[in-house]
């Protein structure tokens, strides 16, 4: 029998659980400094992207394009960036991150830039309904 | 009449071309540190992923994958980094980075770390034809 798939713990602790689509389960990372999801595929043992199967890639590249819309025209982010990296999770999972010519890291990347500024309650709460709201009857 | 395509300046002063796939012209970065290479859709005016059309986007993703597995199987690199940023270059282009627990960044990410330490003339010869062996033939 395959190996369920279970959320890595650091992405666990990182982050807050948004939603799962058909393919992935959506996290928000924990920092407010940027709006920065992570599409994790719920397939167990992935570690890169060409490990999807065709259905999954296709699947994938819905999620990461609504999510992508989603960063661009819901909070008019002025850039998408869109990484796997995984070198210390090994857990394949995207990071999602909206960009503002204004933000703290502008134009670095994001990575070991600062220590997260935390979300309060209300602001994560608020981003994830928004979240969910966009992506709902979408086809999936 | 649509633009033309034309490789971003900074690209060109960067990179060397490697070769032109169906979709994307393949770039390889001048940093012995990893191997580097860079996909750019030809198709001008794109800045994010999510504006390839759903024909280029599947045809993206088997060129992604292609590279991802010369990276993979060819140079049997531990972790495989795949980014499109584009903070500082908006011509989308998407990093595929081979990384090894032993090389001089790891596990941070390659940006922004160190000034590039240029290949030798027959280094970056050797590679360039070991991509271009390895994809050739490839349906594309």
Same mark, same amino acid.
């Given at each position: 029998?395959?190996?369920?798939?279970? *959320?890595? /713990?650091?992405?666990?602790?990182?982050?807050?659980?948004?939603?799962?689509? &058909?393919?992935?389960?959506?996290?928000?990372?924990?920092?407010?400094?940027?709006?920065?999801?992570?599409? +994790?595929? $719920?397939?167990?043992? #992935?570690?890169?992207?060409?490990? *999807?199967?065709?259905?999954?890639?296709? /699947?994938?590249?819905?999620?990461?394009?609504?999510?992508? $819309?989603? *960063?661009?025209?819901?909070?008019?982010?002025?850039?998408?960036?869109?990484?796997? #990296?995984?070198? +210390?999770?090994?857990? *394949?999972?995207?990071?999602?991150?909206? $960009?503002?010519?204004?933000?703290?890291?502008?134009?670095? &990347?994001?990575?070991?830039?600062?220590?997260?500024?935390p979300y309060s309650q209300d602001a994560s709460s608020a981003l994830i309904s928004q979240f969910i709201e966009y992506t709902q !009857?979408? &086809? !999936?």
């Open positions: 029998m395959d190996k369920p798939f279970t *959320l890595h /713990q650091r992405l666990q602790e990182d982050c807050f659980t948004v939603k799962d689509l &058909p393919l992935c389960r959506v996290l928000l990372m924990n920092e407010t400094r940027y709006p920065w999801f992570i599409l +994790v595929p $719920r397939v167990a043992g #992935l570690t890169e992207l060409m490990q *999807l199967s065709d259905a999954d890639a296709r /699947q994938y590249w819905f999620e990461s394009a609504l999510t992508q $819309r989603f *960063l661009s025209t819901e909070l008019n982010a002025d850039k998408l960036n869109v990484a796997a #990296l995984g070198n +210390v999770v090994p857990q *394949l999972h995207v990071h999602h991150i909206g $960009r503002f010519s204004h933000d703290e890291a502008w134009p670095a &990347p994001v990575w070991g830039k600062f220590p997260a500024k !009857g979408e &086809p !999936g």
